[in-house]
Nanobody, 118 residues
Framework: QVQLVESGGGLVQAGGSLRVSCAASGRTSSIYAMGWFRQAPGKERQFVAR????????TYGIAVKGRFTISKDNAKNTVYLQMNSLKPEDTAVYYCAADLTGSGMNHWGQGTQVTVSS
């Protein structure tokens, strides 16, 4: 099992930046990839970004590509999401996720709230 704990959410003005972190513990050597998803009130969960742990291959959702950057620190078992040029529509609960098998995210954190004011 893997446990994921997010941190770093908060309130920021439109155009600003924020970085959220996700610390993994447990069987971290089993993690194939980690990623971020978000869910705004009344909306479905949306893919934000994903990175593979060994090859550092990153992918992004269309809504955030060019503004957000996912990175990782293997020594700290931590994944970061740097969010720049934030927009009010980026407001959501951001969830960290881990893929242990290469077939999809199957472990989730509790989420951290990001609010972007206009």
């Amino acid at each position: 099992q893997v446990q994921l704990v997010e941190s770093g959410g908060g309130l920021v003005q439109a155009g600003g930046s924020l970085r959220v972190s996700c610390a993994a513990s447990g069987r971290t050597s089993s993690i194939y990839a980690m990623g971020w998803f978000r869910q705004a009130p009344g909306k479905e969960r949306q893919f934000v970004a994903r990175i593979t742990m060994s090859h550092r291959i990153s992918t992004y959702g269309i809504a955030v590509k060019g503004r957000f950057t996912i990175s990782k620190d293997n020594a700290k078992n931590t994944v970061y999401l740097q969010m720049n040029s934030l927009k009010p529509e980026d407001t959501a609960v951001y969830y960290c996720a881990a893929d242990l098998t290469g077939s999809g995210m199957n472990h989730w954190g509790q989420g951290t709230q990001v609010t972007v004011s206009s």
